[in-house]
């Protein structure tokens, strides 16, 4: 990854699961030491597992298949970078990385979904059912 700061906290914790400490390193570039954290990550996990029915095994929203899921997760990133405006940003991530110049529009993001999906491949003719006879 040129032109980038990367860095990675690693937490370590002893037999009982009690926390005894945290190790900072240094990946790549250069990243200011003290400003580590997995903060940010540990946000949008939770923000990520309250918006999401399909990661609770229990309902009818669970992910049966791994390609749904990961593609709904596709999705509820690109909206929480793109679309949703962040309070503490007050933007959308993706502007404040100057990765765009605006935030999308709910209707962006739905017609580029639209526009990227593949066309239902459906016959143009059905074949016709018997009558079913309805009995008293």
Not at 8 to 27: F, H, N, P, S, W
Not at 68 to 75: D, F
């Amino acid at each position: 990854m040129p032109n980038s700061d990367y860095a990675m906290l690693v937490k370590q914790y002893d037999r009982r699961g009690i926390y005894t400490g945290a190790e900072k390193t240094i990946v790549t570039g250069d990243p200011d030491i003290q400003l580590v954290s997995t903060s940010m990550v540990e946000r949008y996990n939770l923000t990520l597992r309250m918006t999401q029915r399909r990661f609770t095994r229990k309902t009818n929203g669970y992910s049966k298949k791994f390609e749904n899921h990961g593609l709904c997760v596709a999705l509820q990133t690109f909206h929480y970078n793109f679309v949703r405006s962040h309070a503490t940003l007050g933007t959308t991530p993706a502007v404040a990385a100057r990765v765009e110049s605006e935030p999308w529009t709910l209707e962006r993001f739905l017609d580029e979904i639209n526009a990227a999906a593949p066309k239902p491949n459906r016959p143009r003719h059905y074949r016709k059912r018997g009558r079913l006879a309805l009995t008293t």
